[in-house]
């Protein structure tokens, strides 16, 4: 089975500045999907970006950017220039693409989350 | 991206009762995924509901606890049966939209049991 790990609980930006969240993963599949969703305080769940993993280029929307190492199974978000909109929850999640027996096809393992808190 | 209306967004139940929540997408899906997340926590899958057939629950989710229904391809429900306070959540219902590989969730029901 996959796992999805968020070792940050809580991280911090000013204002205008960058940051990085992190994310590993473990699977024994070669072709998967990884997103990041963003979950404000609403609980709308927002998907922030995607990547598919037989691709080598980074996925990047606007101010949101991954470092994709798929060897290291990692996964990190960076935001640019941050803003107070972007405080909230940040999940790293994880799917397959192929169907296996007995599995939930199409099913999303979540990361724990990291509270993302901007400072103005 | 599907747009997904979520009912109630909000409630207060007595232990014992039960509570259905209801997701309606404006377009046609092929599953739906309903998702609990704990005070504090991360979205744990409940179930998969595909049309015309049994839900597929996870390991930990069964049946009776957690009925699901999917009578169409629009339209799920979930019904928490026989609440107790461990049942005090957010629960979401997802969709994936075929071939393009983005999942839209409705905006959740906090469920408070007391």
């Known amino acids: 089975a996959q796992t999805v790990t968020q070792s940050q609980p809580e991280m911090s930006v000013q204002e205008a500045e960058t940051v990085t969240l992190s994310c590993t993963y473990d699977?024994?599949?070669?072709?998967?999907?990884l997103f990041w969703y963003k979950q404000p305080p609403s609980r709308q769940m927002i998907l922030v970006i995607r990547?598919?993993?037989?691709?080598?280029q980074n996925a990047t929307e606007n101010r949101f950017s991954v470092n994709f190492q798929k060897a290291a199974k990692s996964f990190s978000l960076k935001i640019s220039d941050s803003q107070l909109g972007d405080a909230a929850m940040y999940f790293c999640a994880y799917r397959s693409v192929y169907l296996a027996g007995g599995t939930s096809y199409g099913k999303l393992t979540f990361g724990q989350g990291t509270i993302l808190t901007v400072h103005p | 991206s599907a747009v997904i209306s979520q009912k109630p967004s909000r409630d207060i139940c007595q232990r014992g009762t039960s509570l259905t929540i209801q997701c309606q997408v404006d377009s046609q899906v092929t599953m739906m995924f309903w998702y609990r997340q704990q005070p504090g926590q991360s979205l744990t899958l409940i179930a998969t509901a595909n049309q015309g057939s049994e839900a597929t629950y996870e390991s930990g989710f069964v049946i009776d606890k957690f009925p699901i229904s999917r009578p169409n391809l629009t339209f799920s429900t979930l019904t928490v049966s026989n609440m107790s306070p461990e049942d005090s959540s957010i629960y979401l219902c997802s969709v994936d939209r075929q071939h393009t590989y983005g999942y839209t969730f409705g905006s959740g029901t906090r469920l408070t049991v007391v």
């Open positions: 990547q598919e993993a037989y691709k080598q």
């Open positions: 699977t024994s599949e070669s072709d998967y999907y």
